[in-house]
Protein backbone atom coordinates (compact mmCIF):
# COMPACT_ATOMS: atom_id res chain seq x y z
CA UNK A 1 0.00 0.00 0.00
CA UNK A 2 0.89 3.52 -0.48
CA UNK A 3 1.08 6.04 1.87
CA UNK A 4 -2.48 7.42 0.22
CA UNK A 5 -3.46 4.19 0.32
CA UNK A 6 -3.21 3.48 -2.79
CA UNK A 7 -2.15 -0.26 -4.60
CA UNK A 8 1.13 0.17 -7.19
CA UNK A 9 -1.50 -0.27 -10.19
CA UNK A 10 -4.16 2.53 -9.19
CA UNK A 11 -4.14 5.85 -10.29
CA UNK A 12 -5.55 8.96 -8.21
CA UNK A 13 -9.01 9.66 -8.94
CA UNK A 14 -9.81 12.08 -11.66
CA UNK A 15 -12.22 14.37 -12.58
CA UNK A 16 -12.58 16.45 -15.82
CA UNK A 17 -14.93 19.21 -15.24
CA UNK A 18 -15.88 21.30 -18.61
CA UNK A 19 -17.27 24.88 -19.36
CA UNK A 20 -15.53 25.69 -16.42
CA UNK A 21 -15.01 29.47 -17.38
CA UNK A 22 -16.84 31.79 -19.47
CA UNK A 23 -15.21 33.07 -22.54
CA UNK A 24 -12.95 30.02 -23.68
CA UNK A 25 -14.24 27.87 -26.28
CA UNK A 26 -12.97 24.87 -24.48
CA UNK A 27 -12.03 24.63 -20.74
CA UNK A 28 -11.81 22.08 -18.67
CA UNK A 29 -10.87 21.86 -14.64
CA UNK A 30 -8.85 18.46 -14.10
CA UNK A 31 -8.79 17.84 -10.79
CA UNK A 32 -6.43 14.56 -10.28
CA UNK A 33 -5.69 13.52 -6.83
CA UNK A 34 -4.47 16.37 -4.93
CA UNK A 35 -3.35 17.70 -8.22
CA UNK A 36 -5.55 21.14 -9.71
CA UNK A 37 -4.91 22.10 -13.56
CA UNK A 38 -7.24 24.86 -15.40
CA UNK A 39 -6.62 23.85 -19.38
CA UNK A 40 -8.84 26.20 -21.69
CA UNK A 41 -8.59 26.27 -25.65
CA UNK A 42 -9.22 29.68 -27.53
CA UNK A 43 -8.82 30.32 -31.58
CA UNK A 44 -7.16 33.13 -33.30
CA UNK A 45 -7.42 33.58 -36.83
CA UNK A 46 -3.51 33.50 -37.49
CA UNK A 47 -0.96 31.08 -37.82
CA UNK A 48 2.74 30.16 -37.67
CA UNK A 49 4.46 31.51 -40.58
CA UNK A 50 5.51 27.62 -41.37
CA UNK A 51 1.90 27.54 -41.99
CA UNK A 52 0.74 29.88 -44.54
CA UNK A 53 -0.02 28.57 -47.29
CA UNK A 54 0.18 24.88 -46.52
CA UNK A 55 -3.57 25.09 -45.89
CA UNK A 56 -3.03 24.15 -42.40
CA UNK A 57 -3.74 24.94 -38.67
CA UNK A 58 -1.83 24.91 -35.79
CA UNK A 59 -2.25 23.71 -31.93
CA UNK A 60 0.24 24.96 -29.65
CA UNK A 61 0.53 25.63 -25.74
CA UNK A 62 1.66 27.54 -23.00
CA UNK A 63 1.96 26.01 -19.24
CA UNK A 64 2.84 27.51 -16.35
CA UNK A 65 2.59 27.09 -12.35
CA UNK A 66 0.40 29.86 -10.17
CA UNK A 67 2.38 31.20 -7.63
CA UNK A 68 0.82 29.35 -4.79
CA UNK A 69 0.31 26.07 -6.66
CA UNK A 70 3.67 24.72 -4.59
CA UNK A 71 4.86 25.32 -1.04
CA UNK A 72 6.73 27.66 -2.38
CA UNK A 73 5.85 30.80 -4.60
CA UNK A 74 7.33 30.76 -8.02
CA UNK A 75 6.43 34.18 -9.67
CA UNK A 76 4.84 34.55 -12.78
CA UNK A 77 6.72 37.35 -14.04
CA UNK A 78 10.06 34.69 -14.83
CA UNK A 79 10.58 33.50 -17.98
CA UNK A 80 10.14 30.23 -19.04
CA UNK A 81 12.46 27.40 -17.40
CA UNK A 82 13.78 24.74 -19.01
CA UNK A 83 11.51 22.15 -16.97
CA UNK A 84 8.54 24.92 -18.75
CA UNK A 85 9.54 24.78 -22.09
CA UNK A 86 10.00 21.29 -21.78
CA UNK A 87 6.22 20.78 -20.86
CA UNK A 88 4.68 23.28 -23.41
CA UNK A 89 6.62 21.33 -26.49
CA UNK A 90 5.55 18.24 -25.08
CA UNK A 91 1.58 19.18 -24.78
CA UNK A 92 1.84 21.11 -28.36
CA UNK A 93 3.15 17.92 -29.51
CA UNK A 94 0.66 15.36 -28.71
CA UNK A 95 -2.20 17.58 -29.43
CA UNK A 96 -1.34 18.24 -32.64
CA UNK A 97 -0.92 14.68 -33.56
CA UNK A 98 -4.29 13.85 -32.16
CA UNK A 99 -6.53 16.11 -34.81
CA UNK A 100 -6.33 17.18 -38.34
CA UNK A 101 -4.50 20.15 -38.93
CA UNK A 102 -5.40 20.44 -42.53
CA UNK A 103 -9.65 20.68 -41.15
CA UNK A 104 -8.53 23.01 -38.79
CA UNK A 105 -8.53 25.86 -41.73
CA UNK A 106 -5.60 28.85 -41.37
CA UNK A 107 -6.13 29.05 -37.13
CA UNK A 108 -4.38 28.48 -34.36
CA UNK A 109 -5.62 27.20 -31.37
CA UNK A 110 -3.68 28.23 -28.27
CA UNK A 111 -4.01 25.86 -25.44
CA UNK A 112 -3.21 27.42 -21.97
CA UNK A 113 -2.43 25.24 -18.44
CA UNK A 114 -2.55 27.11 -15.94
CA UNK A 115 -1.39 24.76 -12.80
CA UNK A 116 -3.85 25.90 -9.53
CA UNK A 117 -2.12 22.58 -7.21
CA UNK A 118 1.05 20.34 -7.59
CA UNK A 119 0.39 17.26 -6.09
CA UNK A 120 2.75 15.32 -8.89
CA UNK A 121 1.78 14.73 -13.05
CA UNK A 122 1.37 17.96 -13.69
CA UNK A 123 1.83 17.70 -17.50
CA UNK A 124 0.07 14.63 -17.86
CA UNK A 125 -3.35 16.52 -16.16
CA UNK A 126 -2.47 19.37 -18.78
CA UNK A 127 -2.59 16.60 -21.71
CA UNK A 128 -5.37 14.68 -20.79
CA UNK A 129 -7.58 17.72 -19.59
CA UNK A 130 -6.06 19.44 -22.63
CA UNK A 131 -7.69 17.05 -25.18
CA UNK A 132 -11.04 17.42 -23.86
CA UNK A 133 -10.63 21.81 -23.58
CA UNK A 134 -9.38 20.96 -27.68
CA UNK A 135 -12.14 18.62 -28.53
CA UNK A 136 -14.81 21.38 -27.32
CA UNK A 137 -13.27 23.67 -29.02
CA UNK A 138 -13.35 22.60 -32.51
CA UNK A 139 -16.94 21.32 -31.60
CA UNK A 140 -17.48 25.32 -31.32
CA UNK A 141 -15.72 26.03 -34.55
CA UNK A 142 -17.99 23.02 -36.24
CA UNK A 143 -21.09 24.46 -34.80
CA UNK A 144 -20.28 28.01 -36.12
CA UNK A 145 -19.99 26.44 -39.42
CA UNK A 146 -16.29 27.44 -39.84
CA UNK A 147 -15.15 23.56 -40.04
CA UNK A 148 -17.50 20.91 -41.64
CA UNK A 149 -15.87 18.25 -39.44
CA UNK A 150 -14.63 17.88 -36.02
CA UNK A 151 -11.16 16.67 -37.31
CA UNK A 152 -9.82 14.20 -34.43
CA UNK A 153 -7.89 11.15 -35.56
CA UNK A 154 -6.38 9.91 -32.22
CA UNK A 155 -7.88 10.72 -28.90
CA UNK A 156 -5.14 10.75 -26.30
CA UNK A 157 -4.19 10.74 -22.07
CA UNK A 158 -1.02 10.65 -20.42
CA UNK A 159 -0.09 9.26 -17.67
CA UNK A 160 3.53 8.95 -14.77
CA UNK A 161 4.89 5.51 -14.06
CA UNK A 162 7.59 4.66 -11.99
CA UNK A 163 9.89 2.88 -9.68
CA UNK A 164 9.74 3.51 -6.06
CA UNK A 165 11.73 1.57 -3.77
CA UNK A 166 11.83 -1.14 -5.80
CA UNK A 167 8.30 -1.43 -6.97
CA UNK A 168 7.21 -0.01 -10.20
CA UNK A 169 4.07 2.39 -9.73
CA UNK A 170 1.56 3.99 -11.88
CA UNK A 171 0.56 7.56 -11.65
CA UNK A 172 3.13 9.10 -9.04
CA UNK A 173 2.49 11.77 -6.46
CA UNK A 174 5.34 14.78 -5.86
CA UNK A 175 6.68 12.60 -2.64
CA UNK A 176 6.99 9.15 -4.95
CA UNK A 177 8.45 11.39 -7.72
CA UNK A 178 10.76 12.90 -5.24
CA UNK A 179 11.77 9.16 -4.27
CA UNK A 180 11.79 7.55 -7.56
CA UNK A 181 14.72 5.89 -8.93
CA UNK A 182 12.85 5.80 -12.28
CA UNK A 183 10.67 8.75 -13.81
CA UNK A 184 8.55 8.34 -16.67
CA UNK A 185 5.73 9.92 -18.50
CA UNK A 186 3.30 8.14 -21.06
CA UNK A 187 1.15 9.46 -24.06
CA UNK A 188 -1.22 7.30 -25.26
CA UNK A 189 -4.13 6.88 -27.85
CA UNK A 190 -7.43 5.62 -26.33
CA UNK A 191 -6.51 2.31 -28.89
CA UNK A 192 -3.27 1.85 -26.86
CA UNK A 193 -0.51 3.23 -28.94
CA UNK A 194 2.39 5.74 -27.60
CA UNK A 195 2.62 8.96 -28.95
CA UNK A 196 5.32 9.82 -26.19
CA UNK A 197 7.84 8.33 -24.12
CA UNK A 198 9.92 10.49 -21.35
CA UNK A 199 12.11 8.20 -19.03
CA UNK A 200 14.66 9.00 -16.92
CA UNK A 201 16.80 6.76 -14.82
CA UNK A 202 17.61 8.69 -11.90
CA UNK A 203 20.29 6.26 -10.27
CA UNK A 204 20.56 3.08 -11.77
CA UNK A 205 19.70 2.15 -14.92
CA UNK A 206 16.31 -0.69 -15.86
CA UNK A 207 15.93 -3.18 -18.83
CA UNK A 208 13.45 -3.91 -21.09
CA UNK A 209 11.81 -6.62 -18.47
CA UNK A 210 11.11 -3.06 -16.57
CA UNK A 211 10.08 -0.97 -19.40
CA UNK A 212 7.77 -3.35 -20.13
CA UNK A 213 6.51 -3.57 -17.04
CA UNK A 214 6.10 0.30 -16.48
CA UNK A 215 4.09 0.17 -19.81
CA UNK A 216 1.70 -2.08 -19.28
CA UNK A 217 1.18 0.14 -16.04
CA UNK A 218 0.46 2.81 -18.02
CA UNK A 219 -1.90 1.26 -20.22
CA UNK A 220 -4.04 0.24 -17.51
CA UNK A 221 -3.80 3.76 -16.06
CA UNK A 222 -5.30 4.86 -19.78
CA UNK A 223 -8.24 2.71 -19.41
CA UNK A 224 -9.68 4.85 -16.68
CA UNK A 225 -8.00 8.15 -18.36
CA UNK A 226 -10.21 6.90 -21.40
CA UNK A 227 -13.03 6.64 -19.01
CA UNK A 228 -12.92 9.95 -17.62
CA UNK A 229 -12.24 11.96 -20.83
CA UNK A 230 -15.12 10.00 -22.53
CA UNK A 231 -17.61 10.31 -19.79
CA UNK A 232 -16.79 14.49 -20.04
CA UNK A 233 -17.50 14.63 -23.62
CA UNK A 234 -19.90 12.00 -24.33
CA UNK A 235 -21.29 12.24 -27.43
CA UNK A 236 -18.72 15.01 -28.47
CA UNK A 237 -16.13 11.91 -28.59
CA UNK A 238 -17.82 9.94 -31.24
CA UNK A 239 -17.02 12.47 -34.15
Not at 23 to 38: C, E
Not at 102 to 129: L, N
Request: one cysteine or more; aromatic letters at 4%; glycine letters at 8%.
Amino acid sequence: MRADGRMPDEIRPLTLERNYTRYAPGSVLARWGNTQVLCTAMVEPTVPRHCIAQHMGWVTAEYCMLPSASPERRSLHLWPDGRTSEIQRIIGRALRMSVDLHQIGERTIWIDCDVIQADGGTRTASITASFVALVDALWDLKEKKIIAAVPVKHPIGAVSVGIVEGLSMLDLSAAEDQHAAVDMNVVMTHAGEFVELQGTAEAEPFGPARLKELLDLAAKGMKGIKRAQSEALGDRLRT
